[in-house]
């Protein structure tokens, strides 16, 4: 019975949602060829980085300013929502400043401004979104919502043509995520973190060694330093355990892993007669470890995702493609073992480069930029627009693919 709910859901969920309109916007009036192009300002502030950019509708980058909150959080061990707040309020009006002027634009000149609303830290995104609605009101510009996790998903169509639908994974230190693309706002959400997010992980794992104190990590946040040590390290010293193995669905889970981690930390200080904020003489191996593992966790999520849509008919048969973004997707060790799961499925993998992974003021402008284009969620000036920490991706799937229980044969990643 539920198999055959599942399956008519998933039926009627394959063919794309008809396109909406709103207003005068959607006619293509200004798009390449037709007159001036319009113009969008995105800014961003949903948890440490204050980013904003000013892109045309060709997707052009005409300027951009981000401000990086990484050096005070990592003197403090971490992000404090009231510590990133302030920085928020102490420099976006700077941020805005410098993208519009390197841009040459006139804020009256600017077609929409759009901003993250949702998900993401309270306090950083009511920053963001207070100065937005201030700008767009002063100016009588039309104002774009944007969803954070959107805006990761579509950024690499602003680098390439990658047509609709592709599955996405998206992994940062605040998400980790499956889904499919089939339109600049219809998504497919086949898993999710159940706990907390690979980066969010690494950062604690970087903390609880103390890898601040390491001369080749000083500068580094946590998923940095973890890349930076591996590189020396043998995984092979700390075989962990891959979270989930015998849960078949598509979800993600790292707290566990995490403890398995601290526990042999412990284990380790105590052999080495060290306390805690000391630096391990085998700190390189554990790192290897970790990173492994968590590559080899998402990859096997991955996986199954892969087959679940081949199943579903949810992917082209021609060149269907993975699209990797967020943080942890600058890690190439991460990337590799991805690209093992795609050679062996015949998918294309495509990741943005690194300054695109992370949070910044060009994926909003264009996210703003595609849904100008196609006339979605376009508001007013003086629309009332509220912020969410937390918000759902698209139509949820998540027990259709757990019922589907697919089993994953057997893929080794070994990557030297």
């Not at 971490?78 to 002027?101: D, F, K, M, N, S």
């Amino acid at each position: 019975m539920f198999a055959s709910k599942a399956n008519k859901l998933i039926q009627r969920l394959r063919s794309p949602f008809k396109q909406r309109r709103y207003g005068d916007v959607a006619t293509g009036e200004g798009s390449p060829g037709s007159g001036p192009s319009r113009l969008v300002l995105g800014i961003e502030t949903s948890c440490d980085d204050t980013g904003a950019a000013v892109l045309n509708e060709t997707g052009s980058i005409l300027g951009e300013s981000l401000h990086s909150q990484k050096e005070v959080h990592l003197r403090t061990g971490g992000i404090i929502p009231t510590v990133a707040q302030q920085l928020h309020r102490e420099h976006i009006e700077r941020v805005v400043h410098e993208a519009l002027e390197r841009s040459g634009v006139d804020p009256r000149q600017l077609s929409a401004v759009a901003t993250t609303v949702k998900p993401g830290l309270a306090l950083s995104l009511g920053v963001g979104l207070e100065f937005s609605l201030s700008f767009v009101r002063r100016h009588g510009t039309p104002f774009i919502p944007i969803h954070h996790m959107e805006a990761h998903a579509l950024t690499v169509r602003l680098l390439q043509p990658v047509p609709f639908p592709f599955l996405v994974l998206l992994v940062s230190g605040g998400h980790s995520l499956l889904a499919v693309a089939r339109g600049v706002d219809d998504f497919l959400l086949l898993g999710r973190t159940l706990d907390e997010a690979p980066g969010d992980t690494l950062d604690k794992v970087a903390r609880r060694l103390s890898l601040t104190k390491h001369p080749l990590c000083s500068a580094l946040s946590g998923g940095q330093a973890i890349e930076r040590l591996a590189r020396d390290g043998d995984r092979s010293r700390f075989p962990f355990k891959t979270p989930m193995g015998q849960t078949y669905d598509c979800s993600f889970s790292f707290a566990g892993l995490r403890n398995q981690i601290k526990m042999t930390i412990e284990k380790k200080e105590a052999e080495e007669g060290i306390k805690q904020g000391t630096l391990l003489s085998c700190v390189n191996d554990i790192a290897a470890a970790t990173q492994h593992t968590v590559a080899c966790h998402l990859a096997k999520r991955t996986h199954r995702a892969v087959l679940f849509c081949k199943a579903n008919g949810l992917l082209p048969s021609l060149e269907p493609t993975l699209v990797v973004s967020g943080g942890v997707a600058s890690n190439q060790y991460v990337r590799k073992a991805l690209g093992v799961i795609t050679e062996a499925t015949g998918l294309r993998l495509l990741c943005p480069p690194a300054k695109f992974c992370t949070d910044n003021g060009v994926m909003i402008a264009w996210n703003g930029v595609e849904r100008l284009r196609e006339g979605r969620g376009i508001l007013p000036p003086n629309a009332e627009v509220s912020y969410q920490p937390k918000a759902p991706l698209g139509a949820d799937l998540t027990s259709q693919v757990k019922a589907a229980a697919i089993r994953v044969p057997s893929i080794r990643i070994n990557i030297s």
